[in-house]
């Protein structure tokens, strides 16, 4: 099949996303920080209920309460961090089984920063192994909103190769017609 640019664009970035575990110095400016939450507030929802908030995170006093949460040498070296937060009263419930789609429609905002960002040459890296009391009390989040997952965001520090993508194959993940 022959390939449009526009899928040779697409298909670089993803591959070119990876999760960045070490970040220089350089802040990131609220320009592009914002930036990238743009690319988020256009991701599809269910429904389009968009049940998302953003808290971002560039200073040090609060930069020491997300580590906190998530104590891992790496994390201290990320200049800000973007905290996704689901608003489970506003997610679509599916009407067959009340399921909530907070989850599925935040992910989907997450990976557009991710790529956002790396279209920006910044590195991130989904966390979801955090404290979840540890960040809302050090951030006061209230009890209706969940802090689903923290996102570094830095310029990479490493001129190292991308790492290779352990990824199942195609044949694996792909089942054509029925189960
Ligand atoms: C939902 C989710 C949660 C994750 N949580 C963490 C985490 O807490 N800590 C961490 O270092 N990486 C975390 N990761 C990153 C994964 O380990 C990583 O995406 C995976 O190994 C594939 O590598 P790649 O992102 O470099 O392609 C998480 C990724 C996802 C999608």
Redesign the pocket.
């Known amino acids: 099949m022959e390939k449009p640019d526009s899928y040779t664009l697409l298909v670089n970035l993803i591959k070119n996303?990876?999760?960045c575990?070490n970040f220089k110095e350089k802040p990131v400016s609220r320009d592009t920080i914002s930036t990238i939450i743009d690319a988020a507030r256009l991701a599809p929802s269910a429904c389009n209920r968009q049940p998302w908030e953003f808290i971002v995170i560039d200073t040090d006093d609060l930069r020491r309460t997300v580590i906190e949460s998530?104590d891992?040498q790496w994390i201290r070296s990320a200049p800000a961090f973007i905290i996704a937060c689901g608003l489970h009263d506003e997610a679509w419930h599916r009407d067959s089984d009340g399921k909530d789609h907070t989850d599925v429609d935040v992910?989907i905002a997450i990976e557009h920063i991710c790529l956002a960002a790396t279209a920006l040459n910044l590195g991130t890296?989904?966390?979801?192994?955090?404290n979840t009391d540890t960040l809302r009390t050090g951030l006061n989040i209230p009890q209706n909103i969940e802090p689903i997952?923290i996102i570094p965001l830095g310029y990479p520090d490493t001129s190292a190769p991308l790492?290779e993508?352990?990824r199942k194959s195609l044949e694996d993940i792909t089942k054509w017609g029925k189960y």
Request: contains cysteine; aromatic residues 24%; positive net charge.
């Open positions: 996303r990876y999760s575990r998530y891992r992910s890296c989904w966390v979801c192994n955090f997952a790492p993508k352990k």
